[in-house]
């Protein structure tokens, strides 16, 4: 949920008279591949006569039948909320299933989606379930694994039954000591994702890895080529011809730094249905990508899935007679629900992106009449930079978790020339914007029409599938042939 959505449940949830309250919210289903999230989009607080608070608290027919009605005209999924008097993830009393247990046969008719329970103590800590119908008349209750308040910071309750806690040792104490176990505890139970294994990509997955993260998601359908050895992290020339992210994942559990580390390592595009899917199952994601395409889906899944994506990008151009450096920039920024969008802020153009959806800048000859200022025609970088910015961005991280005396920030740019770092930027969008506005809280119901076929990432999963086999069969030629020769030798 929004920081806004949240605010509204706390104030009519938690009562100065320390009597418990209920209320009624409708989501949208997002389907990851390992997960499924409701992401919860509007609420309908009870009128008078719509609930009896008498310590416990009831709701009415009519109540209920307000909230059926408008679920279906709208396409909604419905969740139950009322609050604890008492702090922390709250368990459910016999009264509690019993009334859920009711209601989720009900819901499941008119929606069609399981009903979603939910329940806030008294410090604001919320727990979750989904009640799943199993057979024709069983419910069972699922403990959703964490529940995520979404805005200028990210604050993640979490279930410890599912998701325990991890034990550091004295590799993080110098870590841990900067902001304390409990800091560290939300930290390291975080699923983050990395979209696009470049120069700064590499360099993020590293600092995240150092700072406990044990869930880790690495999307990119790059193969390691020689034009990359001087800017990413730790690459070698044996790793030419393998993907980005097998590199690096192998590189990272060599480490043993945290014993139950997860990666992921996703071969794909963020725009295809793997990639997309292995995006919703984390909680924050990095854009580390320079093409408009991947930027407009990350821009569109951050405010319909309710996901912080952080954003940077490199701009720098040398002099004409190449005798220098003339300019460089680069510039972080987190984008998502209650923050600014990345076309509000000018990171692409919608129609660069539909111009890369068509094809045409895979196509040779039309890239060739472009002016030499285009971004598809410029590619200069170097690792001192995409260090820079990596470690910009690892701040804006750090920031919209720990939320340091209260204080959120928003987009920076480096000016390299002045050593300047601006940060007198916009952080919200337009009225009219249709991102941010018009895109909020969709989920599933956008996330399908970002799904299309990329023949770049296709031709190099091709090539690496190539790769493979004629190893294997020189691997076998050179067996088959030393065998022979040994034959002859005896």
Not at 114 to 140: C, H, Q
Request: proline share 4%; with cysteine; aromatic share 10%.
């Amino acid at each position: 949920m929004t920081e806004n959505v949240n605010r509204i449940f706390f104030e009519h949830l938690i009562r100065e008279d320390g009597q418990e309250d209920l209320c009624f919210a409708f989501y949208k289903l997002s389907s990851g591949k390992s997960r499924k999230t409701g992401v919860i989009n509007e609420v309908i607080l009870p009128e008078f006569g719509d609930r009896n608070v008498h310590g416990n608290v009831s709701f009415n027919s009519a109540y209920f039948d307000k909230v059926t009605s408008y679920a279906l005209a709208n396409n909604f999924g419905i969740c139950f909320i009322h609050s604890h008097p008492y702090p922390g993830w709250q368990g459910m009393s016999f009264d509690d299933i019993e009334a859920e247990k009711m209601l989720a046969p009900r819901v499941k008719a008119v929606t069609g989606l399981p009903l979603v329970g939910m329940t806030i103590g008294t410090d604001n800590y919320w727990s979750a379930r989904f009640w799943i119908k199993e057979t024709p008349n069983t419910y069972e209750r699922y403990w959703c694994e964490s529940v995520r308040v979404v805005g200028k910071s990210l604050k993640t309750y979490f279930c410890d039954d599912i998701f325990p806690k991890s034990n550091f040792g004295e590799e993080f104490k110098r870590t841990i000591s900067s902001w304390g176990d409990l800091k560290q505890h939300e930290i390291s139970r975080l699923k983050i994702g990395i979209v696009g294994l470049g120069s700064v990509g590499s360099i993020v997955a590293e600092a995240i890895i150092r700072t406990g993260i044990r869930n880790l998601t690495l999307i990119d359908f790059d193969l390691v080529e020689l034009k990359n050895l001087d800017r990413l992290l730790a690459i070698n020339r044996v790793d030419i011809g393998k993907f980005k992210v097998d590199v690096q994942k192998e590189r990272f559990l060599k480490t043993e730094l945290i014993s139950d580390l997860s990666i992921n390592a996703v071969p794909y595009s963020i725009t295809e249905k793997e990639g997309q899917e292995a995006a919703l199952d984390c909680d924050i994601l990095f854009s580390c990508v320079d093409m408009p395409l991947p930027r407009y889906a990350l821009d569109c899944l951050s405010f319909a899935n309710l996901i912080p994506v952080i954003d940077g990008g490199i701009d720098t151009n040398p002099k004409d007679d190449l005798s220098n450096i003339d300019q460089a920039r680069w510039k972080t920024h987190t984008i998502g629900p209650e923050r600014i969008c990345m076309q509000c802020l000018g990171q692409y153009k919608p129609e660069d992106a539909a111009l890369e959806i068509s094809g045409e800048l895979d196509n040779p000859n039309y890239i060739k009449g472009l002016p030499k200022n285009h971004f598809i025609n410029r590619g200069e970088n170097v690792f001192g930079f995409s260090l820079s910015l990596a470690g910009m961005e690892i701040q804006q991280f750090l920031s919209l978790i720990l939320k340091p005396r209260g204080i959120n920030y928003g987009p920076k740019e480096m000016d390299f020339n002045t050593g300047n770092i601006d940060f007198d930027f916009e952080n919200e969008c337009r009225q009219d914007c249709a991102i941010s506005q018009g895109l909020l809280g969709c989920a599933d119901e956008l996330n399908k029409t970002l799904i299309i076929k990329h023949l770049g990432a296709e031709n190099n999963r091709m090539k690496h599938e190539n790769s493979i086999v004629n190893k294997k069969n020189k691997g076998f030629y050179t067996f088959f042939k030393e065998s022979i020769n040994s034959l002859f030798s005896f």
